[in-house]
C-alpha cells in the first residue's frame, strides 16, 4: 500500500496586490506521516503557508504538489478532489454557530456530493454513521444534536478535526489551532491531532506559536521568518537555543 500526503513546495513566492511580501521562495519536502510544526512571529508567513498548501491563497511563483499532482495549476474537478485530500482547521473554528455539531461535521462531506444535494442536506445514512464515528474519535459522540454556539472553544474545535476527518485526507492543516485555549484544552486538541497522526498516518502540518507544544508534539520543526524558510530540522536536533533567531525581531541586538 502506497503511503499518501506527501508535499512539496518548490520555489514558492506569495507576494500580495500591497506589494507585501507573504512567502519568499520556498521549498520544502514533507514526507507522509510526518507531523511538522511551523514557528514564527506573527507576520512571518505561517498562515499564508498553510492556505497556499490547500489553495486558499494562488501563489504568484513556484508550484506545491500533493502526492506529486500540482494543485497550484488544478482547476474545476481537479482542484475539488486534490482539496477533498487536503483537510484544514482554523483558529476561529469555521462552524456555522446556528446549526447542530451533527450538521457541521456532515459538511466536511460536501466534496463528494452533487452541489443540489449538499445545498439540501441530502447526506446518506453512510455519511450519517461516519459523522458519528468521527465526532466519537475527539470524544464528543454525545454532543451530537447539540447546536455548535453552545459548545466551548475547545470542544468546536474538536468538532472542526471531525469535519476535517469526513474528507478523509491524507493532509491535514492546523492554522493556529489552540490559539486563546487553556492548557488543558490544548492539550486535548494536541493529543487528538496527534493521535490521527499516529494512528492514521496522516500527514499534520500545524503553526503553532509555542515552542514547548512544537517541542512536545513534531517529528520535525520548520521555522519561516519574513517570509523565508530559515529553519528545518527532524525533533531529534532540534536545541532550545536555535528559536532565538527565528524570534529575533527585526534591529534586535544579537
Do not use: C
Not at 27 to 35: C, H, M, R, T, V
Not at 228 to 239: A, C, S
Amino acid at each position: 500500500m502506497v503511503s499518501k500526503g506527501a508535499i512539496q513546495v518548490e520555489g514558492v513566492s506569495k507576494i500580495y496586490s500591497n506589494g507585501v511580501v507573504g512567502l519568499d521562495n520556498i521549498n520544502l519536502s514533507i514526507k507522509p506521516g510526518e507531523f511538522v510544526v511551523v514557528i514564527g512571529l506573527s507576520g512571518a508567513g505561517k498562515s499564508t503557508l498553510l492556505r497556499a498548501l490547500n489553495r486558499l491563497h494562488d501563489v504568484t511563483a513556484g508550484t506545491i504538489k500533493i502526492d506529486g499532482d500540482d494543485i497550484t495549476k488544478a482547476s474545476g474537478k481537479k482542484l475539488r478532489n486534490m482539496r477533498r485530500n487536503v483537510a484544514m482547521i482554523f483558529q476561529n473554528y469555521n462552524l456555522v454557530k446556528r446549526s447542530t455539531v451533527a450538521k457541521n461535521v456532515l459538511s466536511g462531506r460536501v466534496g463528494y456530493y452533487s452541489t443540489w444535494r449538499s445545498a439540501f442536506g441530502l447526506f446518506n445514512k453512510d455519511d450519517q454513521n461516519r459523522a458519528a464515528k468521527s465526532l466519537e474519535r475527539v470524544n464528543l459522540l454525545d454532543k451530537y444534536y447539540t447546536r455548535a454556539r453552545d459548545l466551548s472553544g475547545g470542544q468546536q474545535q474538536r468538532v472542526g478535526i471531525a469535519r476535517a476527518l469526513m474528507q478523509e485526507p491524507a493532509v491535514f492543516l492546523a492554522d493556529e489551532p489552540v490559539s486563546g485555549l487553556d492548557p488543558k484544552t490544548t492539550k486535548l486538541v494536541m493529543d487528538d491531532l496527534k493521535r490521527l497522526n499516529d494512528e492514521d498516518g496522516l500527514t499534520v502540518v500545524a503553526n503553532l506559536h509555542s515552542v514547548d507544544l512544537a517541542m512536545a508534539y513534531a517529528t520535525r520543526i520548520v521555522g519561516l521568518k519574513a517570509g523565508k524558510l530559515v529553519y528545518d530540522k527532524p525533533i531529534g536536533e532540534v536545541q532550545e537555543e536555535d528559536f532565538t533567531e527565528i524570534y529575533a525581531e527585526a534591529g534586535d541586538k544579537k
